[in-house]
């Protein structure tokens, strides 16, 4: 259709702008429920392997997805109905811990003294009278307002995860039906190519998910052993920190590993020994994780260069957040696999 009138054009395209302002105002209201179909779909396709595992030793599909469902929640629930009262107990004496050293005398000169040892050469006093004049200026309305929204996160969190538990069962459950709905919309020419590559791109996601949480888990198990035998503080605590960091790709490990060893250094809890020894532990980790562990466990993955990896994490943390950490790069390793089999191939015949 042409337009030879200047105020027909100008109406045409105020229109084409204000479609396109809704469409983007559309996307940011619903964003929080493409999230949760994003995570959903993400740990549906993780817990596919584990499906079609059982589906290759004559079990139905329902009957593969109800028993990996039922194992997934029951191994969840184990461990909180494990963990949990021992971290409670734990927290509780992490907190009369500082209690009794805040409300203990001379407990600022402890702190000083702990702070001259460490860092001979600290100007401890300076250091100690801003960390005071800081104090005094925070706005605790502010604060109390921030623990109050902090409580309502929780609760809005915690509703979101069971939204995304629902959504994650569904998908499970019906993965062969929507694969087959999206390979009937490609034509019929195409379709065996695409089938293909859509295949090794769900399996690689799925092998990802399932080596991400393997590698999560020894270090979990790992950290609550080694941290209960040198007499670390609050060793349940610190090992679902481990096993929580580690489900991040990259730095998540380091991250744990340092929070860690910074918790055994906390006066009247820990030992500068102890935190020494759980650094050179993690030290020796990092590398036979690196070296030994990833490799075995996320050899059925797709490779990803180093360079690769650390890009596509800091493009997933700044869009998504933590979830576009943890998916950036299973879609990096997808990328890959279209860049290599589809543009190369193509590339070459010209």
């Known amino acids: 259709m042409r337009v030879n009138n200047p105020f027909g054009i100008a109406f045409v395209a105020t229109l084409g702008v204000g479609l396109g302002i809704v469409l983007l105002q559309s996307v940011g209201t619903l964003s929080t429920i493409l999230l949760y179909v994003g995570t959903a779909l993400f740990l549906s396709l993780g817990l596919d392997p584990v499906v079609s595992f059982l589906e290759r030793r004559r079990l139905p599909r329902w009957a593969a997805v109800l028993l990996t469902i039922i194992a997934l929640l029951g191994v969840f629930a184990g461990i909180v109905l494990m963990i949990l009262p021992i971290i409670i107990d734990q927290v509780s004496q992490l907190i009369t811990q500082v209690e009794r050293l805040v409300t203990r005398q001379g407990w600022e000169n402890d702190i000083k003294d702990w702070l001259q040892g460490v860092f001979p050469n600290l100007e401890v006093d300076q250091v100690w009278d801003a960390v005071n004049s800081w104090l005094l200026a925070l706005d605790w309305g502010s604060i109390t307002q921030g623990v109050l929204s902090a409580g309502v996160a929780v609760i809005s969190g915690l509703a979101g995860a069971f939204i995304v538990l629902i959504l994650t069962i569904y998908f499970t459950a019906s993965t062969p039906s929507l694969k087959a709905a999206v390979y009937r919309l490609v034509p ?19 092998y990802y998910v399932i080596g991400q949480v393997s590698l999560a888990t020894v270090n979990g198990i790992l950290s609550a052993i080694f941290l209960s035998i040198i007499g670390a503080p609050f060793p349940a605590v610190l090992a679902c920190v481990a096993f929580f960091f580690s489900l991040i790709p990259l730095v998540g490990t380091l991250t744990g590993s340092t929070l860690i060893v910074l918790t055994c250094l906390i006066p009247g809890l820990g030992a500068p020994i102890t935190a020494l020894i759980a650094a050179i532990y993690y030290l020796v980790y ?13 050899g059925r993955a797709v490779a990803v260069p180093g360079a690769v990896v650390v890009i596509a994490a800091l493009a997933g943390g700044a869009l998504l957040g933590l979830l576009g950490a943890l998916i950036a790069i299973p879609v990096a390793a997808s990328v890959l696999i279209i860049y290599r089999q589809v543009i190369i191939p193509r590339q070459n015949e010209r």
């Open 286 to 298: 990092m590398q036979i994780e690196a070296y030994v562990l990833a490799p075995r466990i996320m």
């Open 188 to 206: 019929a020419s195409k379709r065996h190519r695409f089938v293909d590559l859509a295949e090794q791109i769900t399996d690689s996601v799925g």
